[in-house]
């Protein structure tokens, strides 16, 4: 990926998430942007890159053959919010992830946003279960039938992901 991609996803999601969480959001992506089993999808208006969603690799210890992604960050830069960039890349992505044999997509996010594109509030554990207060954020979405049925157990994501403030959802609305 060259660095214009790299400095231009950053913006997308330093933009979209604002001050308080932008930078912190915008640092994770170029972190994770650098694992090399990242998947990026994008969306470009007018000459620019215009929404971003990013999937790195989500490890159900049980079961490690069963290929699963984490979704995260996903952002649209605010000029773009409501004119379908969300739904583009939410859509492209999920038909890339079928694409590659994907089981399934977890997400820890927005309750109202992700359901509209099949994703529904699961049991499995996150990689700290213990932190998780609001359990309707925590969602999969299902690309292989009776994937997500038989998993099991603790789960690991990429190390960018396995501090344990990314999995609280104490305090957030």
Known sequence: MKHND?????N???QAFGDDEGPEISQ????????PNTISISAERDGTIAG???FTPF??????DTKCYLLAPCGVLPEYQGHGVGREIMEDSIEHLRSIGTDAVFVLGVPTFYPR?????TDKQTPYPDLLTIAEAWMALEL?????AKLSGPTLAIPQFMHSHWWDTTGRD
């Open 144 to 148: 292989t039938e009776g994937s997500i």
């Open 12 to 14: 997308v999601h330093l």
């Open 59 to 64: 490890v159900f210890a049980d079961h490690p």
């Open 52 to 54: 971003n969603v990013l």
């Open 6 to 10: 790299i400095d231009a996803i950053s």
């Open 117 to 121: 594109y099949g994703f529904a509030p």
């Open 28 to 35: 994770l992506a170029r972190d994770i942007l650098g694992h």
